[in-house]
């Protein structure tokens, strides 16, 4: 389902102008484009709108991740965090990518997708 909900990433990019190629470097593109959609967002706010962008970008960064030469391990539950909170595991750490998406589409800047990206890979 990752490989799937990717490829909308980088068709909803595309449909925005951006190229998405699955490096680094397009981690930056990636904040602006979340940028546009939390722009968007509070013009109309749409949670399911939100929620779906959120999976989508998020299954992106996560290819990013593991294009890095590391396979990780999404998952659906996490025992801490409960239910429905997908934690991808990589490199003996939970990262909460989607939460980072939903909250830079909803919340704004609070998140920058690309310093939780760039901690996440220094293992911080």
């Known amino acids: 389902?990752?490989?799937?909900?990717?490829?909308?990433?980088?068709?909803?990019?595309?449909?925005?102008?951006?190229?998405?190629?699955?490096?680094?470097?397009?981690?930056?593109h990636v904040e602006d484009?979340?940028?546009r959609l939390h722009d968007e967002y509070k013009r109309r706010p749409n949670e399911e709108g939100a929620d779906r962008r959120a999976f989508e970008f998020a299954a992106y960064l996560i290819g990013v991740f593991e294009a890095d030469g590391e396979r990780g391990e999404w998952r659906r539950d996490h025992p801490e965090r409960g239910e429905g909170s997908f934690p991808f595991r990589w490199r003996g750490r939970d990262h909460f990518v989607v939460d980072w998406c939903w909250t830079r589409i909803v919340e704004g800047p609070k998140v920058d997708v690309r310093e939780r990206f760039e901690t996440a890979l220094a293992g911080e």
């Open 1 to 28: 389902m990752q490989p799937e909900l990717a490829a909308l990433a980088v068709e909803c990019a595309a449909d925005l102008g951006v190229e998405l190629d699955g490096s680094r470097a397009s981690v930056e």
């Open 33 to 35: 484009l979340l940028g």
